[in-house]
């Protein structure tokens, strides 16, 4: 058994030579070296209750949107979108910045699933990721990854 883990990563169906070297970056020539790395950091995308979020916490949250997004310009090319969501009977502020696109993609009454720092101060989320729902969970959907 000891001899299959000190196969070359190579022999795994998918990895070739390119994606061998991008592994050996990692430090990682076997399969035991495989099975034992461990992510320098990972995300964490399950969703969770508002009221066990702490400030300044990146938190991810589903609710539905509450009115228009509001999108300001300021500077030479730069923007700020806000919109309203409901997440947990709660009205959070969702910020997105240098995304005014995605304006017309914020209707009312849309669930939608965001990534971001928490301000409870503000009840306000910075957003660093979206999803909206669909018929299909995205890949990576409520799960933890590297």
Same mark, same amino acid.
């Given at each position: 058994?000891?001899?299959?883990?000190?196969?070359?990563?190579?022999?795994?169906?998918?990895?070739?030579?390119?994606?061998?070297?991008?592994?050996?970056?990692?430090?990682?020539?076997?399969?035991?070296?495989?099975?034992?790395?461990?992510?320098?950091?990972?995300?964490?995308?399950?969703?969770?209750?508002?009221?066990?979020?702490?400030?300044?916490?990146?938190?991810?949250?589903?609710?539905?949107?509450?009115?228009?997004?509001?999108?300001?310009?300021?500077?030479?090319?730069?923007?700020?979108?806000?919109?309203?969501?409901?997440?947990?009977?709660?009205?959070?502020?969702?910020?997105?910045? &240098?995304? *005014?696109?995605? +304006?017309?993609?914020? %209707? #009312?009454?849309? @669930?939608?699933? /965001?990534?971001?720092?928490?301000?409870?101060?503000?009840?306000?989320?910075?957003? &660093?990721? *979206?999803?909206? +729902?669909?018929?299909? %969970? #995205?890949?990576? @959907?409520?799960? /933890?990854?590297?």
């Amino acid at each position: 058994m000891s001899h299959l883990l000190l196969a070359p990563v190579t022999k795994i169906k998918g990895i070739g030579e390119e994606k061998a070297l991008e592994l050996k970056n990692l430090k990682i020539e076997t399969l035991q070296d495989l099975i034992e790395h461990f992510p320098y950091r990972y995300e964490d995308y399950q969703i969770r209750d508002l009221s066990e979020v702490q400030d300044g916490e990146k938190v991810t949250v589903a609710g539905v949107i509450y009115g228009e997004p509001v999108v300001r310009f300021y500077g030479r090319q730069k923007s700020r979108i806000t919109v309203k969501v409901v997440v947990d009977q709660v009205v959070v502020t969702a910020v997105w910045f &240098n995304q *005014h696109f995605l +304006k017309n993609q914020l %209707a #009312p009454g849309k @669930e939608i699933r /965001i990534t971001g720092k928490f301000e409870r101060s503000r009840l306000q989320i910075t957003v &660093n990721s *979206h999803s909206f +729902k669909t018929s299909q %969970a #995205p890949v990576g @959907e409520e799960t /933890i990854q590297p």
